[in-house]
């Protein structure tokens, strides 16, 4: 599997972003900054990763509110 870069992580958070702002982007960035941390003092984690993953948990959001459908919607995006 291959792991985006932070860069293009957050761009395309940026893109999802202009397709349906609300909270939820700011959501995505506390969840990408707690992982971050936690993974920086759990040895083996990487930060990076971790950050990344959490940053684009919700991406699929994107399409708007569509309860449990955004994980599918983020997978496709993602894929």
């Keep these: ?5 932070r860069k293009k992580a957050e761009e395309y958070l ?10 939820w982007i700011d959501h ?3 969840v ?3 992982c971050e941390k936690i993974a920086q003092n759990v040895k083996g984690m990487n930060g990076d990763k971790a950050y990344i ?3 684009l948990h919700d991406v699929g959001r994107y399409k708007g509110v569509t309860s449990v459908k955004h994980i599918y919607d983020g997978y496709k995006l993602m894929m």
């Design 28 to 30: 995505s960035k506390v």
């Design 32 to 34: 990408a900054n707690a």
């Design 1 to 5: 599997m291959k792991i985006l870069t």
């Design 53 to 55: 993953l959490g940053l």
């Design 14 to 23: 940026s893109w999802a972003e202009k397709q349906n702002p609300g909270p």
